[in-house]
């Protein structure tokens, strides 16, 4: 299905200023499901913007926020470098977790307010995005999220203060949910991974559970960590869910 790609859209989000979303939807005539996507701490890079496309060319209205949009200048992309990481981390440590909310609850109100989105909403998120989309899916307007090694929420160390709620609030977690770990990642390694997976039993959630051999990123088509194979056995998990939630 052929996109529109060159679209931005800049959200009011109350008490948070401006926040621009990159928009990617099919380029006919109609009404789709939409999908917030939650960026990794680089923003809106190369790899994500194909992320995004991929994604819209199966019949979804994709939208990215600027994760940091409080602190750079709208179109800010970091690099995958030491600086632009050294950046991103501090960032994602600074900026706190209610507003990292608030940035969700105005992202989902302008995604389904879309003329070209029919209100189905799902998100999407990869690294801090992970940990985002399930924070957004916490919206009971979200009826499925997409969360792909998910930092921080087993430590509860998102946002400033490095003081989440997420595993306390997840009894408050409806859409269906799929949760997509690498093995070979440090970032949340095995008993991070149970600490998590022992609270979605806990609380009775509707969700899926997958662990793959692979790194950090893999869903990254630019670096080292790059895992082509798992890339597409990944995204038609995704696509699964979607088409079985969000009707």
């Avoid at 939650?38 to 890079?45: A, P």
């Avoid at 919206?139 to 921080?152: K, L, M, N, S």
């Avoid at 609380?203 to 899926?208: K, L, P």
């Amino acid at each position: 299905m052929i996109i529109r790609s060159d679209e931005t859209q800049d959200v009011e989000v109350p008490g948070n200023g401006t926040m621009r979303m990159h928009l990617f939807r099919p380029a006919i005539d109609g009404r789709f499901p939409g999908i917030l996507l939650f960026s990794e701490i680089y923003q809106v890079t190369a790899p994500i913007r194909r992320l995004a496309a991929m994604l819209a060319g199966q019949g979804y209205v994709v939208a990215v926020p600027e994760v940091y949009h409080e602190y750079e200048p709208a179109g800010t992309v970091l690099a995958y470098d030491k600086p632009g990481t050294d950046r991103g981390n501090d960032l994602k440590f600074t900026k706190p977790v209610a507003a990292y909310d608030a940035d969700a609850t105005a992202g989902l109100t302008a995604l389904a307010a879309h003329p070209a989105c029919n209100g189905h909403l799902g998100t999407f998120g990869v690294c801090l995005g992970g940990h985002l989309a399930y924070r957004a899916a916490l919206d009971p307007r979200v009826g499925a999220a997409a969360c792909f090694y998910a930092t921080d929420i087993h430590s509860g160390t998102l946002g400033e203060g490095r003081c989440d709620d997420s595993l306390a609030r997840m009894g408050e977690l409806k859409a269906e949910t799929m949760f997509v770990w690498g093995r070979q990642d440090p970032h949340v390694p095995y008993a991070g991974r149970e600490t998590i997976r022992a609270r979605l039993e806990q609380v009775g959630a509707s969700y899926e559970w997958h662990e793959v051999a692979g790194q950090h990123a893999f869903l990254r088509d630019e670096g080292p960590r790059y895992d082509p194979a798992l890339f597409l056995q990944a995204m038609s998990w995704t696509l699964a869910l979607y088409a079985r939630a969000l009707r």
